[in-house]
């Protein structure tokens, strides 16, 4: 999708984007994606009110085959994969020891292959992990990034743009409510927490439902037909930035951009999508379950509004946020969005009021409390 008309590259714009291939993925051929297609404003305008189609073809693809895969993710993540269904989706996080976020990924099982896409990046981290914990087990995760694209049709009418390609009948999201502290053992569902549907494509590959639309896992060979089928049936295309601005004004998460090596699900709102509360044990499930039992996690994702008077430059990931000069937080993801202006998401210290007069640079921000 590069090569349509006004697109420009995200690292043509900035050279340490998260937003490029891997160097492995890179050399395999994955290309550029695209940060706009001209009109950034309008790419988004067109993904709240209607349909778009994003290429997101950067992010790292990993494909875990083996009749033991399901049952060996199950003891390794912090999701409840046991009671995954072929042609179900998830989300799963794999936790440090102390219980922090190291990887999250998206996860599709498909009756044959488990597979999981994960943030550009981070490919390499979750295959080596996932390989240092094969021992004996019946698996054999793979990279195949090289060889399979993720796009997305994003906005509300994403399900209908979807029948271009021949799917239809896609159910919303499926969320179990996260339970209060200390609940009863046995109250949770033994299946995955939020569970997505999917059904296949004709061309190979996948259609999964999701929050902002829908994902396509698609052959690298067949990108172009879907993108022409796509376009010729009016879907337009749109950037990442305006994909960005709108996942930041859902409030969803980045893993390894609205988090940092300190982070625990429970302070980014992961618990919901990605953590099953009685599976049993895994990697850093003491930390969650303690966290949750007391209720009170030291930290919390929140939507800044940025004043944008000093700069119109959104400010970096990692850029702290200062209250009476003192750092009690730092920023995600920042961005111009088309109707609420600067916003990004940020993690703060618990106890910041809502009303606090929050600084991040030069900039002041105050969190949004809805």
Known sequence: MIDIAGAVAAEAIDEETRDQPEPAHRAAGVGPVAAHYGDPMREQRTLATGVGLVDRSHRGVVAVPGEERISWLHTLTSQHLAGLSPWQGTELLVLSPHGHVEQHAMV????????????????????????????????????????????????????????????????????????????RSGELPPRPGLVYDVKPLPVGGWARRVALGVDLLLPREAMTQVVDELRGAGVPVAGLWAYEAIRVAARR???????????????VDLIAPAVHLDKGCYRGQETVARVHNMGKPPRRLVLLHLDGVTTDQPPVAGTPVTLDGRAVGFVGTAVHHHELGQIA????KRNVADDARLMVGETAAAIDPA
């Open 108 to 183: 599709t099982e498909d009756g044959e292959t488990t597979w999981l896409d994960t943030e550009p990046g981070m490919t390499t981290g979750l295959l080596s992990y996932l390989e240092k914990m094969r021992f004996f087990s019946k698996v054999e995760p793979r990279d195949v990034t090289a060889d399979h694209a993720l796009l997305s049709l994003v906005g509300p009418e994403a399900t209908g743009a979807l029948d271009t390609l021949g799917v239809t009948g896609l159910a919303a999201p499926d969320l179990v409510a996260v339970p209060g502290p200390k609940f």
């Open 253 to 267: 998460p980045r893993v390894g951009v609205d988090t940092d090596h300190r982070t625990i699900p429970a302070e």
């Open 345 to 348: 998401l940020a993690v703060v």
